[in-house]
């Protein structure tokens, strides 16, 4: 299966929803030794409390989020934002953002071992106008020119699973107003089934580290406002987990 197809299969569907709504009871198994911090808040939910910095934002912000999945981080960014677009390349992910913004919930399963599954709802919190968020399939290397700019970007874990994360980078200076803010996570998985290893953004040279280069790719149009790792957990079933540590920044645009 390639890197595209993988994320319009039901199965990882469950786990997404799971990574942006499961509640920590949910998402760890009772013996997983990892600190309760990282399941008590939802890692999309801590990225934005994390990264975006309130008080710079105008009265009627606007903000766009590129390769949202299921939508949780656009969902956290409209208690501060008065519009929110949110895109995603995944079908499967945005019918199933678009339920979550109609209904407030969507019903989903999580693996428990082989293919015995059982159900649990995805909830947006009751307090979010769901109404300032709009979902759509697309591509983050080929948006459209007429996009922005926006008071707000989001791109989470986004850079590593693009074609050609080059292509993206460019783009963010026309998506971001002067002012705004640009907000980045990446935990630079390079995998040459999702990126060709020529358009990797470092992990190559060992001179050549993945933060440096993005740094250096950025630092024209953008000076870095925060920096922070955040690690996240991806629940496979009962007891098989992905750990990561994403670098997260947010970079104004100048």
């Given at each position: 299966m390639?890197g595209a197809?993988l ?13 942006h709504y499961g ?14 911090a990282?399941?008590e808040?939802t890692?999309?939910v ?6 975006l910095d309130?008080?710079l934002?105008p009265r009627d ?12 981080s ?7 934002c008065?519009r929110?677009?949110?895109s995603?390349y995944?079908h499967?992910?945005?019918t199933a953002?678009?339920?979550l913004?109609?209904?407030g ?7 428990v071992e082989g293919i015995?599954t059982e159900?649990f ?8 106008d769901r109404n300032r968020?709009?979902f ?12 922005g700019?926006?008071d ?7 850079i590593c699973?693009?074609?050609d994360p080059e292509a ?11 002012g705004?803010q640009?907000?980045l996570?990446?935990p ?11 358009r ?9 580290r993945?933060?440096?280069?993005l740094?250096r790719?950025?630092?024209?149009e953008?000076r ?7 690690p ?7 007891r098989?987990y ?9 970079w104004?645009?100048?």
């Amino acid at each position: 299966m390639s890197g595209a197809s993988l994320y319009e299969s039901p199965r990882l569907l469950g786990e997404y929803l799971l990574l942006h709504y499961g509640t920590a009871e949910r998402l760890r198994h009772p013996a997983l030794p990892v600190d309760h911090a990282i399941t008590e808040v939802t890692f999309p939910v801590r990225a934005v409390r994390e990264l975006l910095d309130p008080d710079l934002l105008p009265r009627d912000a606007t903000a766009f989020e590129a390769g949202c999945s299921v939508g949780a981080s656009a969902f956290e960014l409209a208690r501060h934002c008065a519009r929110i677009e949110a895109s995603d390349y995944s079908h499967s992910f945005i019918t199933a953002a678009r339920t979550l913004a109609r209904e407030g919930r969507h019903e989903a399963l999580r693996t428990v071992e082989g293919i015995i599954t059982e159900p649990f709802t995805a909830t947006v919190p009751p307090e979010i106008d769901r109404n300032r968020v709009s979902f759509e399939v697309q591509d983050a290397t080929a948006l459209p020119e007429r996009m922005g700019p926006f008071d707000v970007v989001l791109a989470a874990n986004l850079i590593c699973r693009l074609p050609d994360p080059e292509a993206f980078l460019k783009r963010l200076p026309g998506l971001v107003k002067p002012g705004g803010q640009l907000l980045l996570t990446t935990p630079f998985t390079w995998l040459e089934e999702y990126t060709p290893r020529d358009r990797w953004i470092g992990g190559i040279e060992q001179g050549r580290r993945s933060e440096e280069e993005l740094s250096r790719r950025l630092s024209g149009e953008f000076r870095l406002h925060r920096r922070r790792d955040l690690p996240f957990l991806i629940r496979e079933h009962e007891r098989k987990y992905q750990l990561g540590i994403a670098l997260g920044t947010c970079w104004l645009r100048v």
